[in-house]
Nanobody
Framework: QVQLVESGGGSVQSGGSLRLSCAAS????????MGWFRQAPGKEREGVAV???????MYVDSVKGRFIISQDNAKNTLALQMNSLKPEDTAMYYC????????????????????????WGQGTQVTVSS
């Protein structure tokens, strides 16, 4: 079992910044994919940013250039720096851990599919006002 606890959500005006943090504990696996997902009311949960064990990242197009995902493997922590926030970023944000993929060509890599992630935090709310 892996336990994930998020922190750092809150309310901010459009154009502002927030930093989310996630602390992982339990049976963590160094090759796990880690990621941030979000779900707005009435919408499906989407993968915002994921990171593999080698630091490779993938972002949803809507946050590219504004959000940065990072991890500290020694401390088992994951972070999401969110800049230039927009009202459409308003959602519950979740930290997740899950399946890693491997190919001889790409090495270890992660995808943003929710079904690849089997451990989830309780979520932290981010609200951006215009």
């Amino acid at each position: 079992q892996v336990q994930l606890v998020e922190s750092g959500g809150g309310s901010v005006q459009s154009g502002g910044s927030l930093r989310l943090s996630c602390a992982a504990s339990g049976n963590t696996y160094s090759k796990n994919c880690m990621g941030w997902f979000r779900q707005a009311p009435g919408k499906e949960r989407e993968g915002v940013a994921v990171i593999d064990s080698d630091g490779g990242t993938m972002y949803v197009d809507s946050v590219k250039g504004r959000f940065i995902i990072s991890q500290d493997n020694a401390k088992n922590t994951l972070a999401l720096q969110m800049n230039s926030l927009k009202p459409e970023d308003t959602a519950m944000y979740y930290c997740a851990a899950g399946r890693t993929y491997y190919s001889d060509y790409s090495g270890y890599y992660c995808l943003r599919n929710t079904y690849d992630y089997n451990y989830w935090g309780q979520g932290t709310q981010v609200t951006v006002s215009s």
